[in-house]
């Protein structure tokens, strides 16, 4: 069994010890508190981790009025603890903090056991919770870099679909292929993989950019649809026409050309002026030939239709940034 340490658990342990400590020395009543709520804060990424604070800060801060009303006006007793969350938790979830919940119950049940509320209370819970939550952002402003990952990503998946179009054209000018066809199933799992990656990425960026690596692999993604649909158009064909080694050919060359720096447009005007030969060759002469080459005008139009993603879901500034291309 493979043992691991994330560097997520790694920061909930340093935040955790670190914010009890700081707590501890400020003199803080119920300072092991202060980890609990680093616990809770640290996430996955800056973004959630920014709202979460926020949510839980919220939640405990709102925590004590409610107590000292609740408390002070009833009675220190577990039957209004319960009273007191019917109307707290909606007032929550209405202001949007419902990740407070937990977190807030802490400093519920600190005053609940304290039996009376106070300034010296309030000012006490506030510290706990300041130190607590200031740690968790602190130690959450690291975020290991995952540009290499995502690099790795689009390389493998731009192989891939190399393979998969040097695959359709030897089934195209040969047909005949022992391809086991690998690379799709593949290809799916790192499309997915790759999304969640870049949008994790995007999570850890404090201002506001353009999340260039998610659209690219949505790109790549609405491609594959394509090659999917297309690969049983390729695989239905029973005999080689000349325009089937038309399409080998353009196929070919999109093969090789897809890596950084290259435009979808150029292969746009060259599927026109394919298609535009089509219509201008003789008409076919047995019905084995006509459904063939119907067949590889459906397949003209995929790779037309492939090529207008990337205009229609353009990635902006996507060369002068992270170098990220489609073709």
Known sequence: MKFSIGYRTIKTAVGTAVSI??????????FASAGILTILCVQVTKRRSLRTAWDRFLACVLAMPFSAVFFEGIAYHSIVIGIMLLFFIPILVMLKAKDGVVTSSVIILHIYMAHHFSWSIFLNELGVITVGIGVALLINLYMPSVDKKLKDFQVKIEENFK???????RYLRTGESSWDGLEITESAELLEEAKMLAYRDFENRIRREENLYFEYFKIREK???IIERVLPIVTSLTSTVKQGNMVADFLEELSENIHPGNTAYIY?????????????M??????????????????????????????????????????????
């Open 268 to 280: 746009i005007d060259k599927l026109k002026g394919m298609k535009k030969e089509f219509e201008e």
């Open 282 to 327: 003789e008409l076919p002469k047995t019905r084995q030939e006509f459904e063939v080459r119907a067949a590889l005008l459906q397949l003209v139009n995929e790779m037309n239709e492939y090529l207008i993603i990337k205009s229609s879901l353009y990635v902006k500034k996507m060369n002068e940034t992270k170098k990220v291309e489609v073709n």
């Open 163 to 169: 393979i998969i179009f040097c695959e359709m054209v």
């Open 21 to 30: 400590l700081i707590a501890q020395q400020l003199g803080l009543h119920n």
């Open 223 to 225: 491609q594959f649809e």
